[in-house]
């Protein structure tokens, strides 16, 4: 490569690392707003729902959908899902299977979050009743993560076992039982549960197309600063 080639290839490198961080922040933005519109979405079923409607397996729901479900608590078998924070303290969602009858799939039943202490100093607290019951909440699903590090559910032989984010998949595999496709979030005026705030509360749908308008503005300058530079150079040259 010659002297002058070599130049011209160092020349424009900026004006890629510009480009491709230019289409990072419009990506980042689209991304904000896809999030926003979700959580608006999330918001409105939540508030749209009245009356607690019965539920069988096969039955498809939608989000945050009040349902009503009668089994058997599989209480030896359970799942405390770990690093929940609840007013800033560490603890547990107890997750319980129902079931439905010896054909369905087994239904995932939140009852709520625990603080981590209770199933070390108090581990009845966790315990239900062998009767049958009916069961009020709204479909949801297991907490998701981006990212996870090691086994999602804790390899030991007993119960209840804790896990980490698993998906409905590791539930599954633990249970040795197939289980349905959503997770029951305990209504907070049913018995055998714990704390349970279901609303959504994260970050509101504005804040996330506030962030949005900052990386469009972002991608603007950058995409403006590399045009005037491109433009000052070609009268310069």
Known sequence: MTASAKAQFVAWIPYVV??????????????Q???GLEKRAAQEAFDAQAGYSSWSDGVEVSSFQKLK?????????????????VNGQV????????RLDDEAPLLLINRGWIARSV???QPNRISVTAAAVTVRGRAGSLPRA????GDPITPSPGWPKQAVYPTSEDVAIALDEPVQPFVLLMDPEDDHGFVREWAPREMGPGRHYAYALQWFAMGAV??????WNYRKRGFES
């Open 18 to 31: 510009g480009a491709i961080l230019v289409v990072q922040f419009a990506g980042l933005g689209v991304w």
């Open 146 to 149: 981006g990212y996870r590090m």
């Open 69 to 85: 479900a009668t089994g058997q608590f599989v209480g030896d078998r359970q799942i405390l899902l770990e690093n929940i924070v």
């Open 33 to 35: 707003i896809s999030r």
């Open 119 to 121: 199933p070390e100093e």
């Open 91 to 98: 603890g547990y969602y107890v997750v319980t299977p129902l």
């Open 222 to 227: 950058l995409a403006g600063l590399l045009l």
